[in-house]
């Protein structure tokens, strides 16, 4: 399955912001859960960091789908 496009407005955004933007979850406070319970891998490793960094081009696996930063218009 290709990764699905999250568009951002900025440089960056928060591991737990791409969560929510994305769907997976529907709160902020659901990704500390998801973090815990699911295999979050963020361009290959293993993450577990909420607050971790991404950027355009970044791809995270989680839920059993793939999505990838994008920069938005």
């Known amino acids: 399955m290709p990764a699905r496009d999250v568009e951002i407005r900025g440089e960056?955004?928060?591991l737990g912001q791409l969560l929510k933007l994305s769907g997976v979850v529907d709160a902020g406070s659901e990704v500390k859960d998801v973090l815990?319970?699911?295999?979050v891998v963020?361009?290959?490793e293993t993450e577990s960091r909420r607050g971790r960094q991404l950027h355009p081009g970044d791809v995270?696996?989680?839920a059993g789908e793939e999505l990838r930063v994008a920069r938005g218009a």
């Open 42 to 44: 963020v361009n290959g």
């Open 36 to 39: 815990a319970a699911e295999r």
């Open 60 to 62: 995270v696996r989680v």
């Open 12 to 14: 960056m955004i928060r």
